[in-house]
């Protein structure tokens, strides 16, 4: 996996993500700070969600396996019979 690295935007140098104060599961501020002695910039950077490449297996599919799993043996069955119905009448 990848670590996101920030970039110094006053000398280029590679800067440490200090602090990230998660304002919304989709925008956080990164505080960070130069690694380069004789700079030494500390700087807030947003990082936001842009978009979807692949999606979340808890979405779509993933969500009725995660409903099914969470069912008991006898409303798994009950399930099981009202699916095998609905398929039957198509
Ligand atoms: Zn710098």
Do not use: W
């Amino acid at each position: 996996m990848r670590i996101m690295k920030m970039t110094c935007p006053a000398c280029l140098a590679e800067a440490k993500i200090r602090k990230t104060n998660r304002k919304h599961p989709q925008l956080a501020d990164m505080y960070c700070h130069c690694t380069n002695m004789e700079c030494g910039l500390s700087f807030v950077m947003n990082v936001s969600f842009s978009h979807t490449i692949s999606p979340s297996a808890l979405t779509g599919q993933g969500r009725i396996k995660e409903l099914i799993d969470a069912l008991g043996e006898n409303d798994r069955k009950k399930a099981l019979a009202l699916l095998l119905e609905a398929e039957e009448k198509r």
